[in-house]
Nanobody, 124 residues
Framework: QVQLVESGGGLVQAGGSLRLSCAASGRTCSRYVLGWFRQAPGKEREFVAYISRSGGTYYADSVKGRFTISRDNAKNTVYLQMNSLNPEDTAVYYC??????????????????WGQGTQVTVSS
């Protein structure tokens, strides 16, 4: 089992940047596919990005070209660099992990482990 703790959220002006971190403990994160999701008030949790065990990266169309997911297995940490933020990016951001052999990693149901979330607020 793995425990996930997000950090790095906050308030930023439109056009600004933030970097989120998610620290994993309990088991080495190299065995997991790691994802980022977000949930805005009154909306369902939605896919943002995921990174495979081998480092392949995949993004939602809404963030492609602005966000970058990366992982540092030695630090047991996954990152989400967010640039050119706009108010529509305001949400609670969650990291997630899964160690199944295969899955549809753009979907919340695939992931067995979740962090508690970190708030990102983008002001206009």
């Amino acid at each position: 089992q793995v425990q996930l703790v997000e950090s790095g959220g906050g308030l930023v002006q439109a056009g600004g940047s933030l970097r989120l971190s998610c620290a994993a403990s309990g088991r080495t994160c190299s065995r997991y596919v790691l994802g980022w999701f977000r949930q805005a008030p009154g909306k369902e949790r939605e896919f943002v990005a995921y990174i495979s065990r081998s480092g392949g990266t995949y993004y939602a169309d809404s963030v492609k070209g602005r966000f970058t997911i990366s992982r540092d297995n030695a630090k047991n940490t996954v990152y989400l660099q967010m640039n050119s933020l706009n108010p529509e990016d305001t949400a609670v951001y969650y990291c997630a992990a899964d160690d199944s052999v295969s899955g549809s990693y753009r979907y919340t149901d695939t992931y067995a482990y979740w962090g508690q979330g970190t708030q990102v607020t983008v002001s206009s």
